[in-house]
């Protein structure tokens, strides 16, 4: 079946290290998406990449950094500069720049800071 | 500032009742409005997108409207299951980019 996986489901993080999220695709979708959630808000934008090679700061990039060397894979490393780190991180894909394209989410990593 | 605005926050029903949901968006220029239904701990699954012309989707048991001219939105659940239990959230595209405007949801319990 087509869809995007997210690992691990559980993060856990000292103070002061890097970590990495893992996303990927098998829906032959151009672009991919970073959010994170936190309780009672709406999900933020960290990243984006709408082609292979390329990404964009979204309104929260900042302690972020991502790369898309594939299609099928969109990475987040979350770094010691973000001093709130822990949240609930989705991944999601777009099939291309359509407005009424839909998003396919994946199952999220919760990242807890100990 | 592109805004979404959901109420109630939180919501208790009984099974089998109905309920309605409400967005209220200040987002410009408008491209199109979605409702996700969200499980805890999962992503988000896509349940009715909405373009401007459009002023009802129904997706089963889910019914969206879309009055674009107030900017608002609602999503009606008929004959609620217990399986309904989640974070419902309204979404709003706009721009050239159509990047999306989340709204923080409607908790909603349905109770045996």
């Known amino acids: 079946d087509g869809g995007i996986t997210q690992s691990p489901k559980y993060l856990f993080r000292k103070e002061g290290q890097n970590v990495t999220l893992s996303c990927e695709q098998n829906?032959?979708?151009?672009?991919m998406y970073w959010y994170r959630q936190d309780p009672g808000q709406g999900l933020r934008l960290i990243y984006y990449s709408q082609i292979v090679n390329d990404f964009q700061k979204g309104d929260i990039a900042e302690g972020y950094s991502v790369s898309r060397e594939k299609k099928e894979s969109f990475p987040l490393t979350v770094t010691s500069a973000q001093k709130n780190p822990t949240a609930f991180y989705l991944c999601a894909s777009k099939e291309g720049d359509l407005a009424n394209y839909g998003y396919t989410f994946g199952s999220g990593t919760r990242l807890t800071v100990v | 500032k592109n805004q979404v605005e959901q109420s109630p926050q939180s919501l208790i029903i009984l099974e089998g009742k109905n309920c309605t949901l409400q967005?209220?968006?200040?987002?410009?220029?408008?491209?199109?409005l979605r409702w996700y239904k969200q499980d805890t701990g999962r992503g988000p699954v896509s349940l009715t997108i909405?373009?401007?012309?459009?002023n009802t989707k129904s997706n089963g048991r889910y019914t969206a409207t879309l009055d674009a001219d107030t900017k608002q939105s609602s999503l009606h659940i008929t004959a609620s299951q217990l399986s309904d239990s989640a974070s419902y959230i309204c979404?709003?595209?706009?721009?050239?980019?159509?990047?999306?405007?989340f709204g923080g949801g409607t908790r909603l319990m349905v109770k045996p």
């Open positions: 909405m373009t401007f012309s459009e």
């Open positions: 967005c209220n968006y200040t987002v410009s220029p408008f491209s199109n």
């Open positions: 979404v709003v595209s706009a721009g050239a980019g159509n990047m999306l405007t």
């Open positions: 829906l032959n979708h151009d672009a």
